[in-house]
């Protein structure tokens, strides 16, 4: 094996190992060797590929990042109307709500308190926020072009839109299961319509699947 593959196997490895360490125990009590022992490698291993604690919680955002964008784009693609898009954004957050993904939330919600003191993570984590909003705010722009929605500040929509995703996900991980994320989606449904000024009579265009 190319020594290029064995490297991106091995970090890939302990970027794996960090997760379930940071699930596990979160940010500030996770060690380098919490890291190793998940990983299933010695600290030296760890010291090899990585300088530090701090370099490997910059690469595992950053590809939880990556990889968070492309299934979110992947989903909302499934949908052509604007409406849709844009509720395809809070389901792809809120539901399915299991363990797995209640996991995945506490990993996000650590990064956000640690990105305050970490200027480079911080940077990384405003990037994908900022990619999130840019995505929807074409889509409220291409509600407002096509009279499906009311005179809104796409900018500011896009702001408040992303809130109402990311509330509900930090009280989730403090414990607040209730209602389940699609019950939360299905309520949230009504509040953005209101808020776009959704024109409920229109006819609506290419809506392929109901999220």
Known sequence: MRRSAVAARRKKQILEGLFAA??????SACSVRDVARESGLACG????????KEQMLVELMRSLGERHLAGLREYRDRFEDPLDRILAV???HLVPDDEPSLERTRVWIEYWGYGVEAPELRGVISEIQA??????RADVQAGVRRGLF???DPEAAAVLLLSLVEGPMLQRT???????GSQLA????????????KRVARARHG?????
């Open 22 to 27: 940071i699930a596990r125990k979160g940010f």
């Open 45 to 52: 291993a760890l010291h090899y590929y990585f300088e530090n």
């Open 90 to 92: 809070f389901r792809y």
């Open 131 to 136: 990619a999130i909003r840019a995505d929807i």
């Open 150 to 152: 009311g005179s809104v």
């Open 174 to 180: 403090y414990g607040h299961r209730s209602p389940e």
């Open 186 to 197: 299905s309520e949230l449904r009504a509040l953005v319509e209101r808020y776009l000024g």
């Open 207 to 211: 809506r392929r699947e109901k999220p």
